[in-house]
């Protein structure tokens, strides 16, 4: 009954992508002064969550906001269009910094999903 919950493989996918798209953001801050480096990024999760399992996330009453933030994601070149330094690096520190904070929030927001299911789950079992 509880082997495949579904909202804690949402939640951990959510957590992965949080993962994976803070690994490319350090990546673009490590390479910040390498000529010619590109940015590079990840798709949204509601993208990557809608191609890994077939099924766009929904939304179940319009007060829903759409969602943002998957399962495995492909780190791609960031299409903003910016203006690359003169030596052609197109990565903006205090872009990357604003990314990192919303990465955070992403994977606190996938912290809390997780916590709150299990607690229902121990309540539904009587447990506190």
Same mark, same amino acid.
Request: hydrophobic residues 45%; charged residues 20%.
């Given at each position: 009954?509880?082997?495949?919950?579904?909202?804690?493989?949402?939640?951990?996918?959510?957590?992965?992508?949080?993962?994976?798209?803070?690994?490319?953001?350090?990546?673009?801050?490590?390479?910040?002064?390498?000529? &010619?480096? %590109?940015? !590079?990024?990840?798709? +949204?999760?509601?993208? *990557?969550? @809608?191609? #890994?399992? &077939?099924? %766009?996330? !929904?939304?179940?009453? +319009?007060?829903?906001? *759409?969602? @943002?933030? #998957?399962?495995?994601? %492909?780190?791609?070149?960031?299409?903003?269009?910016?203006?690359?330094?003169?030596?052609?690096?197109?990565?903006?520190?205090?872009?990357?910094?604003?990314?990192?904070?919303?990465?955070?929030?992403?994977?606190?927001?996938?912290?809390?999903?997780?916590?709150?299911?299990?607690?229902?789950?121990?309540?539904?079992?009587?447990?506190?």
């Amino acid at each position: 009954m509880f082997e495949k919950v579904a909202i804690l493989q949402i939640a951990q996918a959510m957590a992965s992508h949080a993962a994976q798209r803070q690994g490319a953001i350090s990546q673009n801050i490590a390479n910040a002064d390498t000529p &010619g480096y %590109a940015a !590079r990024d990840i798709a +949204p999760f509601a993208e *990557a969550y @809608a191609a #890994a399992t &077939g099924a %766009a996330m !929904r939304a179940t009453r +319009p007060e829903h906001l *759409a969602s @943002a933030g #998957a399962a495995r994601a %492909a780190v791609s070149l960031r299409s903003e269009a910016g203006t690359p330094s003169p030596n052609g690096n197109s990565v903006s520190l205090e872009g990357e910094m604003v990314k990192a904070v919303e990465v955070k929030r992403q994977h606190d927001l996938a912290l809390a999903i997780y916590k709150t299911s299990l607690g229902v789950l121990r309540s539904g079992l009587g447990r506190r």
